[in-house]
């Protein structure tokens, strides 16, 4: 019966990994395996039409792991987004992290159980991360030992399975913060705050284990334990940043208040069975370490007040709770005796650590442990640090007088020895130290010792006679409750308490409304109260919302779902024919299919070949939109969906949309869009920056046209159009231009004395960021806890191929084809005769000389990109493109162009140009231009140096004046110099064979 059952659910796992089209459907696919396991929520039931047949009681480390991975790797990249907005995604959630309702229930802990292990074995995407964040606050550490110990399997297999499962929690801030990267990365997975978190749920286990402790609960813990240690959440500093997590700095005010409470010493005892069941002494250290670090800081490390000895005797009994009476036979001694003598901790410390050895109040006086340390402290002594010093006489002071260890340590060589170093000592702060010693170890013993002079404030003085009068008494002696007005006041978190804090939160909001909407006692900022009107109020937004949503006013009316796949999404673009009924929802797809496109296609990158399978499609439908329903935001969206599927799939896309700029049926927005497209997509690829610094505002005064005069909406609407369809490519192009002149202008100064010896005297800054070497790269990306990534395409790899290349050719194309177009119409007359305008043709070549830029790095650039683009500047700046010949023949540029476009494409043609140059110096000095392709490289420069001499005769260019003409003479003015830059290089090698 739980065959059939198993085979049930692999049925639900077969069509959960098929497109889904009905949330219905996918809704009681959901269902049935939730309520065979008793994790369904009521409010779900009524979708569970076909639940499954067969036993409850279903083994769910088997039948989960392939549910939750069709769901993290299915299922959620493309429904998550519809689930949450109709209210479902809890439902999809209840298979990592089951509700408050289901907490307690067995099967709830074997879920989560296996979501961490399916979660952290896939690739993080931002659902599983969200998932993990919510286990981390829901499912705390308790919870997960209380899911691993149930059940009745034998004790080595629930041990296997708590290892899984710390190794899975310990793993996850460090996976997840690789898998985000630069993006912001959950609260609750930050290190301080997980770890944080991790360690009260640990202090809580800890506590209920104690109730009813076995040796498998004390190996349990001894495994988290250790674990905290590896991952680092035992700090040895008490001043520790934000960003640090620490143990005790969580949880020790709550320990605190449980050993206050521990009459029966049991969870005293079983936080020492822990402590001396960890395997390594490391371990063992690092914890005492951290505790001695979180421990109270008394206002004066010498104070003699009642309230700050009694803070000594109760920081000791703390530290006797946790690691148990100190012996040195005890498994504990070694590694808590090198921690005090090894460490140069404040002198409040030797305080707490002598009252911990010496019983800490808990019991007989511990003289054998106590003459232990005395000897070990006694080997150190030749330190020069006060801690020692202060360590050594407070030990002292808790033997009686002329007691045998007392007398034998002042008679013992290594003490007469080490007070010889000591006074002998150049400085007199350490003399001090030596003089004090001898001084109180001799009195101590029953002699008499008194160097003198020591009074002033000089050479340590103070702290020698603040420590002489500490040794007159014991603090073990005081009352360890007498400094409880120092400790911070722990607030309980009772019912009351809740309710007191939310009446005064209550009462402190409505004292500030109070404050912001009373009276104003300004008279004269007072309205006049205007006369009730006879006509009915305005329906407000929130009334209008509420009609909108009446389903009594939109019988008939068919909701038009969010799109999941990437199909439906194309079939809202690209729809054909309305069924009957539905001529009126024409406009409601294509502003559902522009708001969630680019969310969709970005999604759907790294998710199998459905974006490739459908980015033909996609290209195809939103290039040929029109805005014929003046949605808002239109041309914005449009184009970030058009982007998006450029740099998500460049291999489909740009080979469809650039086929498509060179088809007749789009209007010259549409050309706009698809070059936008084809350079940001690119730049993206190319991990460029989409803006560029240099940009200047639309509303500049050297780009303003006529409509400045149209009322502002209007204005503002023409001014964005305008901007978007030619403003971006444009902007970048100036950016990357500039940048190509400067460094021009850099090798050019290299030749003047002046500032070659004003580099030479500049100090380098020595490089912060060494290169990593492939092998490092290789290693460093085996790291544990690292998440393999998918690979992304990068743009020097499609840039020739997939871009460039064809953009070039398809143009060569297009320009043969129109060309046979007018000579067949020659023969007609006025405007019968076809002839081509070069609209767009300035925009062609500024967005192919942004390409040519971002792949500048590709391996084609040099032999095939390079001399291909600057052919087409060349033949383009110094051929007409078109056979009507213009009547005016004293202008410069090709004569066939529309009036008003000759400036514009001989500066992008320029452009081009000076870029292609620029990079060739740049990455092999022109070597390979100048020797292979020697004509085209004294071509450009001979169009270039005619178009720069006839513009310093003053002569005229079609659409020149203002910024165009000072970007024109700039463009030809800096190919001139990288033509001779190129050339001085490497002239006699040259050969000129035209």
Known sequence: MEEDTFAQIKSVVDSLQYPITDLQILLSLLCRPLDSVGLLPPQWRRFNLEPLQGPRALDIAKAFPPLQRVLIEHVLPTWSTVLADEGHLPLADQYF???????????????????????????LTEQSIRLLAKLSTQYPIDR????????????????????????????????????????????????????????????????????????DMITSATQLLMKLVNVGVFPSSSFLPPSQPSFFRSTLATIRARFRQDDDHRYSKFWTDILLS????????????????????????????????????????????????????????????????????????????????????????????????????????????????SLLLLIVSYFPRQSEHVVSTALSPSFVAAVGRYIGHLDNSVRRCGMLAAEVVATRAGKNLDFGNWEGDEDGKPWARDLRALCSARDIDFD?????ELEPVTKKFTTAGVLEDAEISALRLTKASVSTTGYDSDDSLTGYASPTSSRSASPTPSELDELEKDPTLRVGVKKISRPVYLAQLGELVRSTMAKPGEENQEVDKIEIALNVAEELIRKKRDYGTELEENAANLIYGFTS???????????????????????????????????????????????????????????????????????????????????????????????????????????????????????????????????????????RRPLKISEVSPGERDSRALLPGRTSQPHRTAFIDVAADYFI??????????????????????????????????????????????????????????????PGALELAVALGTRPISRAVSDDTDSIG?????????????????????????????LDGGRSLGLEHTALLLGAGEWAGKIFELLEKGTLVEGGGGLHEVRLRRAAAGVLLKVDELTSKWRRSMVDVR
Not at 300 to 321: D, F, K
Not at 813 to 820: I, P, Y
Not at 844 to 850: Q, Y
Not at 901 to 914: I, Q, R, W, Y
Request: net charge neutral; charged share 20%; hydrophobic share 40%.
């Open 278 to 389: 960890l395997p390594s002494t490391v371990a063992q250290q690092t914890i005492f370490t951290s505790l001695c670090s979180s421990l109270v800081h008394l206002p004066s490390n010498l104070g003699m007040t009642a309230q700050e000895r009694g803070i000594v005797v109760q920081e000791s009994m703390l530290l006797r709770a946790m690691f148990g009476m100190l012996q040195p036979e005890s498994d504990a001694w070694n590694a808590v005796l090198s921690v005090m003598l090894t460490r140069d901790w404040k002198e409040s410390h030797a305080r707490i650590f002598v009252s911990c050895v010496a019983g800490a109040k808990t019991g007989p006086m511990n003289s054998e442990a106590l003459q232990t340390l005395l000897a070990c402290t006694l080997d150190v002594w030749c330190a020069s640090e006060h801690y020692i010093t």
């Open 97 to 123: 992290c089951p509700d408050a309702f289901a907490f307690a229930l067995s099967a709830a802990g074997n879920v989560v159980l296996c979501a961490y292990s399916t979660l952290l074995s896939s690739v």
């Open 625 to 763: 939109l029109n805005d014929n329903y003046e949605l808002e935001g239109f041309e914005n969206k449009r184009q970030r969906a058009v982007n998006a599927l450029v740099a998500c799939c460049p291999r489909v896309s740009a080979t469809c949309i650039i086929e498509e700029f060179f088809s007749n049926q789009y209007s010259t927005e549409q050309r706009f869009v698809i070059l936008n497209a084809v350079v940001l997509g690119a730049r993206e690829l190319a991990s460029l920056p989409v803006h560029s610094a240099n940009l200047q505002p639309l509303d500049d005064q050297r780009t303003a046209f006529p409509s400045k005069t149209l009322p502002p909406a209007l204005h503002q609407k023409y001014l964005t159009a305008n901007g978007q369809a030619s403003g971006t490519v444009q902007g970048l192009l100036e950016g990357v231009t500039r940048a190509a002149i400067d460094r021009g202008k850099e090798a050019t100064a290299d030749k003047v004395p002046e500032f070659v010896r004003e580099r030479q005297l500049r100090v």
């Open 894 to 922: 090709p004569p066939g162009e529309a009036r008003g476009k000759e400036a514009s494409v001989l500066t992008a043609a320029l452009e081009l140009s000076l870029i292609v140059l620029d990079g060739c110096l740049e």
């Open 480 to 484: 360890p409750y007498a400094g409880d």
């Open 144 to 215: 997960l030992h209380t899911a691993t110990f149930a059940g009745n399997d034998i004790s080595a297999r629930k041990s296997v399975r708590w290892d899984d499962c710390l190794r899975n929690v310990s793993a996850v801030p460090l996976k997840a913060a690789n898998a985000v990267g630069t993006r912001g990365l959950p609260l609750e997975l930050e290190l301080a705050t997980y770890f944080n978190g991790l360690s009260t749920g640990t202090e809580r286990l800890v506590f209920t284990l104690s109730s009813s402790p076995s040796q």
């Open 805 to 866: 290349m064809p953009f070039i050719n398809r143009f060569w194309a297009f320009l043969r084809n129109e060309q046979m177009r007018e000579e067949r119409t020659a023969h007609r007359d006025g405007r019968y005769r076809y002839h081509g305008a070069g609209t767009v043709l300035s925009q062609f070549m500024g967005s192919l000389a942004l390409l040519v830029h971002a792949a500048q790095n590709a391996p084609q650039w040099l032999s095939l990109i390079a």
